[in-house]
């Protein structure tokens, strides 16, 4: 299988036993996740693999603490995706805790696990929060569902939940943030960052030391190549019917969100006829 199987997500964390994991999703493969000991990264380990009821396991993702891990599912024979979280007690030996669908039957693209709530999207419509505490019953919260909005991520950081939602930009919901309002059991709007290209794809907040400053880091995702430079190159996987390459394009966006009621928009960053899509940002 490890022959042909395309990758659609990858997920580092410590665990429990306090060696370094790494979990892989696959695309129409069969519902596949991978699990590997990547603890010394010049001799990284297959250690394990999982088959689930799906088509696709888009989004793969471990609880800080390491307890646990979810893999999202899209195309289950039953056509109730929902997600499968794991028991990661034992690390080198994942086990299927609890199947949860309630409110994200229609397919789950991306999630965000914190120790005890687990956010997951719902066929691109909205966001369901999930309780965790006991990963064999996990019990829904609640949800936020923006208007007029489809969205594609959503990250978690200081009780502020952000929506990466296309056309409509960021959306900031409180969750628990104390001054913004708002809690995980009743998700509250706080602000709306609108970004004229359209395509907002990913949000990564980020609290610079250096700069003393809060960072929204915002990726593109704006795909096809046809009018573009590059577009004969066959760097990307060619439809079958031929034609051009599926691409994408765009910058990452650097906002000032230091202040959530006036956000500025203060660089960004292009990799040229490639785009950007997803980010992570660390140790300044």
């Given at each position: 299988?490890?022959?042909?199987?395309?990758?659609?997500?990858?997920?580092?964390?410590?665990?429990?036993?306090?060696?370094?994991?790494?979990?892989?999703?696959?695309?129409?493969?069969?519902?596949?996740?991978?699990?590997?000991?990547?603890?010394?990264?010049?001799?990284?380990?297959?250690?394990?693999?999982?088959?689930?009821?799906?088509?696709?396991?888009?989004?793969?993702?471990?609880?800080?603490?390491?307890?646990?891990?979810?893999?999202?599912?899209?195309?289950?024979?039953n056509r109730r995706d929902g997600l499968v979280i794991l028991d990661m007690a034992d690390p080198r030996n994942p086990r299927v805790a609890a199947l949860y669908d309630e409110g994200i039957t229609g397919g789950?693209?991306?999630?965000?696990?914190?120790?005890?709530?687990?956010?997951?999207?719902?066929?691109?419509?909205?966001?369901?929060?999930?309780?965790?505490?006991?990963?064999?019953?996990?019990?829904?919260?609640?949800?936020?569902?923006?208007?007029?909005?489809?969205?594609?991520?959503?990250?978690?950081?200081?009780?502020?939940?952000?929506?990466?939602?296309?056309?409509?930009?960021?959306?900031?919901?409180?969750?628990?943030?104390?001054?913004?309002?708002?809690?995980?059991?009743?998700?509250?709007?706080?602000?709306?960052?609108?970004?004229?290209?359209?395509?907002?794809?990913?949000?990564?907040?980020?609290?610079?030391?250096?700069?003393?400053?809060?960072?929204?880091?915002?990726?593109?995702?704006?795909?096809?190549?046809?009018?573009?430079?590059?577009?004969?190159?066959?760097?990307?996987?060619?439809?079958?019917?031929?034609?051009?390459?599926?691409?994408?394009?765009?910058?990452?966006?650097?906002?000032?969100?230091?202040?959530?009621?006036?956000?500025?928009?203060?660089?960004?960053?292009?990799?040229?006829?490639?785009?950007?899509?997803?980010?992570?940002?660390?140790?300044?």
């Amino acid at each position: 299988l490890e022959d042909w199987y395309r990758t659609t997500d990858i997920w580092i964390f410590e665990g429990v036993d306090g060696r370094d994991y790494a979990i892989t999703g696959s695309k129409v493969s069969g519902g596949f996740a991978f699990f590997y000991d990547v603890t010394d990264p010049s001799a990284i380990t297959k250690i394990d693999s999982l088959q689930v009821d799906a088509r696709t396991i888009n989004d793969v993702k471990a609880s800080p603490d390491g307890r646990y891990a979810v893999l999202s599912r899209e195309g289950a024979t039953n056509r109730r995706d929902g997600l499968v979280i794991l028991d990661m007690a034992d690390p080198r030996n994942p086990r299927v805790a609890a199947l949860y669908d309630e409110g994200i039957t229609g397919g789950v693209h991306n999630m965000l696990a914190e120790n005890d709530y687990l956010y997951a999207l719902s066929n691109g419509d909205k966001y369901v929060i999930i309780d965790v505490t006991d990963i064999y019953d996990p019990k829904y919260l609640s949800e936020y569902n923006h208007p007029d909005s489809r969205l594609h991520d959503v990250w978690v950081q200081n009780g502020l939940a952000y929506s990466s939602e296309w056309g409509t930009g960021v959306v900031v919901v409180g969750v628990g943030a104390g001054k913004w309002g708002g809690s995980i059991e009743n998700p509250t709007f706080v602000t709306n960052v609108p970004y004229p290209v359209g395509r907002t794809h990913a949000a990564f907040p980020y609290y610079s030391a250096s700069a003393d400053k809060f960072y929204l880091f915002l990726g593109d995702e704006i795909m096809g190549r046809g009018d573009q430079a590059w577009r004969g190159t066959g760097l990307n996987r060619v439809p079958p019917q031929g034609g051009t390459p599926v691409a994408f394009s765009g910058y990452i966006h650097v906002i000032d969100f230091t202040d959530p009621m006036n956000p500025k928009d203060v660089a960004r960053y292009e990799v040229s006829e490639f785009g950007t899509h997803n980010s992570w940002v660390e140790d300044d």
